[in-house]
C-alpha cells in the first residue's frame, strides 16, 4: 500500500540542529497533508508540526519559531528542521500523512519513528 521513511534522527548537543526526512512510496495519487508528531517517555504523542499540499504550515507552540516544516511534493517528502534543540525535545518522532491512493482510498499512514536525543 503506502509506505512513511523516515531519517535524520540521532543525538545531539542543546543549542545544536537536526533535519528529519520522511519520504511516502506506495500507490500514491495525492497526499494532503504531512506532518511530525513525537512520544517522549511517559508522555502522550503530540503534534509538532505539519504542512498541507498547498503548504500552508501549522505548529505547536513549543516549536515555533525553531522548528521549519517544508515538503518536496514531486517527491511525496517531508523535513522538519530542528533548530535550537532543548532536552525537553528529546523524543521518537514519527511523520504522518494522509493520503490519496491510486485506488481513490483516505489512508492516514504514520512512519515507524526516529529518535532524537538532545543531551550534553
Known amino acids: 500500500q503506502v509506505q512513511l521513511g523516515e531519517s535524520g534522527g540521532g543525538l545531539v548537543q542543546p543549542g545544536g540542529s537536526l533535519r528529519l526526512s520522511c519520504a511516502a512510496s506506495?500507490?500514491?495519487?495525492?497526499?494532503?497533508?504531512m506532518g511530525w508528531y513525537r512520544q517522549a517517555p511517559g508522555k502522550q504523542r503530540e503534534l509538532v508540526a505539519s504542512?498541507?499540499?498547498?503548504?500552508?504550515?501549522n505548529y505547536a507552540d513549543s516549536v515555533k519559531g525553531r522548528f521549519t516544516i517544508s515538503r518536496d511534493n514531486a517527491k511525496n517528502t517531508v523535513y522538519l528542521q530542528m533548530n535550537s534543540l532543548k532536552p525537553e525535545d528529546t523524543a521518537v518522532y514519527y511523520c504522518?500523512?494522509?493520503?490519496?491512493?491510486?485506488?481513490?482510498?483516505?489512508?492516514?499512514?504514520w512512519g515507524q519513528g526516529t529518535l532524537v536525543t538532545v543531551s550534553s
Open positions: 504542512v498541507t499540499h498547498s503548504s500552508s504550515t
Open positions: 504522518n500523512a494522509l493520503v490519496v491512493t491510486s485506488a481513490g482510498r483516505w489512508l492516514e499512514v
Open positions: 506506495g500507490s500514491i495519487y495525492s497526499i494532503n497533508r
